[in-house]
Antibody
């Protein structure tokens, strides 16, 4: 079965760091365009970051310089390292796969269940 | 990039059709055919309903259709059913390797 399972969320103090994981099954993370999308409580969706099959990484302006997307091919797992966290980063974080593996389509057909990150003192 | 503009709410009776709009600019919706629509039920992950303006993923009923005119994309749900009640989000590629979402529309089936 094709699925994504996130982990690593929790409560962190302002200025702190957290690493999220997204374990994939049924497909190969490194062969796909993989994204992180977040949703603040009661709010809409916000795209966060993408990693291309070739390894290039890109970020939303709101997280650039603070978040790092990466993957471990041997573990078929996607990561999001989040640093210098602020209250505005409080959200459910989803990992999501682009619908096409060959050429990016900017549409996400497989989503994880989400992991909650709360930034608070 | 600013979020795409969607109406906060929409409604229709069972069997009717409803259309949800998504307005952007020439830098996103109007500039690319990478417009997608997602359905999200409470406390669930989003589900892809439409991609590349009008394509339906396998398993999505043909009651769901998408279109675009200029800077505005639209999602039409025909033959409304109770299970269609959910939040709907549009998204678009916005250039410079970035994606932007709409603020979401809560669809109520009366």
């Amino acid at each position: 079965e094709v699925q994504l399972v996130e982990s690593g969320g929790g409560l962190v103090q302002p200025g702190g760091s957290l690493r999220l994981s997204c374990a994939a099954s049924g497909f190969t993370v490194s062969s796909n365009y993989m994204n992180w999308v977040r949703q603040a409580p009661g709010k809409g969706l916000e795209w966060v970051s993408v990693i291309y099959p070739g390894g290039s990484t890109f970020y939303a302006d709101s997280v650039k310089g603070r978040f790092i997307i990466s993957r471990d091919n041997s573990k078929n797992t996607l990561y999001l390292q989040m640093n210098s966290l602020g209250a505005e980063d409080t959200a459910v974080y989803y990992c999501a796969r682009d619908v096409a593996a060959a050429v990016v389509r900017w549409a996400f057909d497989i989503w994880g269940q989400g992991t909650m990150v709360t930034v608070s003192s | 990039q600013s979020a795409l503009t969607q109406p906060p709410s929409a409604s229709g009776s069972p069997g009717q059709s409803v259309t949800i709009s998504c307005t952007g600019t020439t830098s996103d919706v109007g500039g690319y055919n990478f417009v997608s629509w997602y359905q999200q039920h409470p406390d669930k992950a989003p589900k892809l309903m439409i991609y590349e303006v009008s394509k339906r993923p396998s398993g999505v009923p043909d009651r769901f259709s998408g279109s675009k005119s200029g800077n505005t994309a639209s999602l039409t749900v025909s033959g409304l059913q109770a299970e269609d009640e959910a939040d709907y989000y549009c998204s678009s590629y916005a250039g410079s390797i970035k994606e932007v979402f709409g603020g979401g529309t809560k669809l109520t089936v009366l």
